[in-house]
């Protein structure tokens, strides 16, 4: 993956050197989740790393619902989904989703860019 986040902004530049009027919006999902992984309380989470539904380590056994290993297993469930960036070990809250995609939408060049989504659909 890594490979990937290195290699495919190159290849857009290329591209919108070779194809006129050629013009795209990149996200850095990775290094977007990261930082709030990482900085929780800078997004207004309480926590960045335990995720609001599941069992284990960091809730991160996907039991959320009696999913894996049935209903006549537990598994624990937060009280404020809000607080969490992950609702359970796979997917992220809708409030870490809205951030992200506010990001794509509006955000500044340095995180979406080199355009934004906004930018880019207000392009002629």
């Given amino acids: 993956m890594n490979l990937h986040n290195k290699k495919f902004p190159n290849v ?20 977007s989740l990261s930082e709030r992984i990482n900085n929780p309380s800078k997004y207004e989470f309480k926590e960045g790393k ?3 539904c599941g ?5 991160g056994i996907n039991t959320c619902g ?14 404020n989904v809000t607080d969490y960036l992950f609702f359970d070990s796979f997917h992220l809250t809708e409030k870490a989703h809205r951030q992200i995609a506010e990001l794509i939408w ?8 080199p355009y934004n989504l906004k930018t880019l659909f207000e392009l002629k």
């Fill in 106 to 113: 509006s955000g500044p060049s340095n995180v979406t860019g």
């Fill in 66 to 79: 009696g999913r894996v290993l049935g209903p006549a297993q537990g598994y624990e469930l937060c009280e």
């Fill in 12 to 31: 857009l530049r290329q591209l919108e050197h070779e194809l006129s009027g050629f013009r795209y919006a990149l996200h850095d999902y990775h290094a």
């Fill in 50 to 52: 335990k995720a609001c």
């Fill in 55 to 59: 069992t284990g380590p960091l809730r």
